[in-house]
């Protein structure tokens, strides 16, 4: 749905970037997989799809377009949080190619929002420039195996100084990004005073060049089956990894204050992508009900299946409109005012594309498991959004909280 109310640089942008998702990403998504399937060696090499790709978003003015003039003067496209939201609907169409040949991917969005926010100049120049610019790629680490990590006071990775130097020692995991050749700088989130009174106040991140020694990637991790290769989804070992003291983001005790500014927005665009997603696979389906016959007739005939996509269309609408309500807001207000408004798309988006895209895989019968179409994977990539960035069951609960809390002060109870 494209018929808002929109600045003429956005409504331009907006076309811009729909016909370079329809001309130039989908058809190339056969092959990324070629290129991908070349020997085992997959988490070595960049394929050149994608770099032919991020010129040509580059040419047509397609770049950074998540950052927003306010806060970045002329490095993005300097729109609303609302019209990036028509933008990234957009690139979620094709989820493997478009959100990273505009560079507007996760986690480098979240991570080159915390530098450019929370970091000084010299890890702007280091980090920052070159991240902005898309010649290297980041990594965002907080999730580890051994507690749960929902609970980011639970955290167990140790950050202490000794000397000139901060030490971290850890054991991470679903670290997303962390198996790509061009990653270069991890953001960990550990723990620096498990002491202090204040669980909040325990926490800390640091950036740790991808190189320094101790840092090993143990595994890419497969989400039904699936690497997501090249980036991948990574167990890390940090090992005594020493990084000097001018490598920690914003102070000593501040990781949850630098983690939370992070993943609001990040939450909200993972859900403007997946409403693409959704959208994505209701028109592979379209066509094919069209085309199919079925006991007689088009399956596109059947009450049942008219009435399946009725809910489809109804699903996805009320997933667009979330996104929509909490992009608006956030122009208003800020990330920080409208956390209820993100939390229930967070909560309620990737639940309502899962549901749609299910439906699709099960109108397209044993082809929609299969290889050669992309239902499959876009299934694992909603199912895995119920979790990325704290689970349903977290943000629901505080969600209650919240709601709770607001009717006693009205109440005064």
Same mark, same amino acid.
Not at 111 to 123: R, S
Not at 146 to 173: C, L, M
Not at 286 to 292: A, F, N, P, V
């Given at each position: 749905?494209?018929?808002?109310?929109?600045?003429?640089?956005?409504?331009?942008?907006?076309?811009?970037?729909?016909?370079?998702?329809?001309?130039?990403?989908?058809?190339?998504?056969?092959?990324?997989?070629?290129?991908?399937?070349?020997?085992?060696?997959?988490?070595?090499?960049?394929?050149?799809?994608?770099?032919?790709?991020?010129?040509?978003?580059?040419?047509?003015?397609?770049?950074?377009?998540?950052?927003?003039?306010?806060?970045?003067?002329?490095?993005?496209?300097?729109?609303?949080?609302?019209?990036?939201?028509?933008?990234?609907?957009?690139?979620?169409?094709?989820?493997?190619?478009?959100?990273?040949?505009?560079?507007?991917?996760?986690?480098?969005?979240?991570?080159?929002?915390?530098?450019?926010?929370?970091?000084?100049?010299?890890?702007?120049?280091?980090?920052?420039?070159?991240?902005?610019?898309?010649?290297?790629?980041?990594?965002?680490?907080?999730?580890?195996?051994?507690?749960?990590?929902?609970?980011?006071?639970?955290?167990?990775?140790?950050?202490?100084?000794?000397?000139?130097?901060?030490?971290?020692?850890?054991?991470?995991?679903?670290?997303?990004?962390?198996?790509?050749?061009?990653?270069?700088?991890?953001?960990?989130?550990?723990?620096?005073?498990?002491?202090?009174?204040?669980?909040?106040?325990?926490?800390?991140?640091?950036?740790?060049?991808?190189?320094?020694?101790?840092?090993?990637?143990?595994?890419?991790?497969?989400?039904?089956?699936?690497?997501?290769?090249?980036?991948?989804?990574?167990?890390?070992?940090?090992?005594?990894?020493?990084?000097?003291?001018?490598?920690?983001?914003?102070?000593?005790?501040?990781?949850?204050? $630098?983690? !939370?500014? /992070? &993943?609001?927005?990040?939450?909200?665009?993972?859900? %403007?992508?997946? =409403? #693409?997603?959704?959208?994505?696979?209701?028109?592979?389906?379209?066509?094919?009900?069209?085309?199919?016959?079925?006991?007689?007739?088009?399956?596109?005939?059947?009450?049942?299946?008219?009435?399946?996509?009725?809910?489809?269309?109804?699903? $996805?609408? !009320?997933? /667009? &409109?979330?996104?929509?309500?909490?992009?608006?807001? %956030?122009?208003? =207000? #800020?990330?920080?005012?409208?956390?209820?408004?993100?939390?229930?798309?967070?909560?309620?988006?990737?639940?309502?594309?899962?549901?749609?895209?299910?439906?699709?895989?099960?109108?397209?019968?044993?082809?929609?498991?299969?290889?050669?179409?992309?239902?499959?994977?876009?299934?694992?990539?909603?199912?895995?959004?119920?979790?990325?960035?704290?689970?349903?069951?977290?943000?629901?609960?505080?969600?209650?909280?919240?709601?709770?809390?607001?009717?006693?002060?009205?109440?005064?109870?």
């Amino acid at each position: 749905m494209t018929d808002y109310d929109i600045s003429p640089k956005a409504r331009k942008l907006l076309d811009n970037l729909t016909d370079f998702v329809n001309s130039e990403c989908i058809p190339a998504e056969p092959k990324l997989e070629h290129q991908l399937n070349q020997g085992a060696h997959r988490f070595e090499t960049v394929p050149s799809i994608l770099e032919d790709l991020k010129a040509k978003a580059k040419k047509r003015g397609l770049w950074n377009l998540f950052l927003g003039a306010e806060e970045y003067g002329n490095l993005g496209a300097g729109i609303t949080n609302f019209e990036y939201a028509l933008l990234a609907e957009q690139m979620g169409r094709s989820i493997q190619l478009a959100p990273e040949a505009c560079n507007c991917s996760a986690p480098d969005t979240g991570n080159m929002e915390v530098l450019a926010k929370y970091g000084t100049e010299a890890q702007k120049a280091r980090w920052l420039g070159p991240l902005l610019k898309g010649e290297i790629r980041s990594a965002f680490a907080m999730t580890e195996p051994a507690v749960a990590s929902s609970d980011a006071t639970n955290i167990r990775t140790a950050i202490r100084r000794d000397g000139d130097a901060w030490v971290v020692t850890g054991h991470k995991w679903w670290i997303s990004g962390a198996g790509d050749p061009r990653c270069k700088v991890f953001v960990v989130l550990g723990k620096t005073n498990p002491d202090h009174p204040n669980p909040y106040r325990q926490q800390s991140v640091v950036l740790v060049p991808s190189d320094a020694p101790g840092v090993r990637v143990v595994r890419p991790l497969t989400v039904f089956g699936y690497d997501d290769a090249p980036a991948g989804h990574c167990e890390v070992i940090f090992d005594q990894v020493r990084v000097p003291l001018d490598h920690m983001v914003l102070g000593e005790g501040r990781g949850f204050e $630098v983690m !939370q500014g /992070r &993943l609001g927005p990040g939450r909200l665009h993972h859900c %403007m992508r997946a =409403v #693409g997603l959704a959208e994505r696979a209701m028109e592979l389906t379209l066509d094919r009900l069209t085309l199919r016959t079925a006991f007689g007739r088009k399956l596109a005939e059947n009450p049942v299946v008219q009435h399946q996509i009725a809910h489809c269309r109804m699903d $996805v609408d !009320q997933a /667009r &409109l979330l996104v929509h309500a909490a992009a608006a807001k %956030m122009d208003r =207000v #800020g990330p920080k005012a409208c956390k209820r408004e993100i939390a229930v798309a967070k909560i309620r988006v990737p639940n309502l594309v899962l549901k749609v895209i299910d439906t699709c895989i099960q109108m397209h019968g044993a082809a929609g498991l299969g290889p050669d179409l992309p239902l499959a994977p876009m299934y694992a990539a909603a199912r895995t959004l119920r979790l990325a960035d704290g689970p349903d069951d977290v943000h629901t609960s505080q969600l209650g909280r919240d709601e709770i809390r607001q009717h006693a002060k009205k109440s005064k109870l």
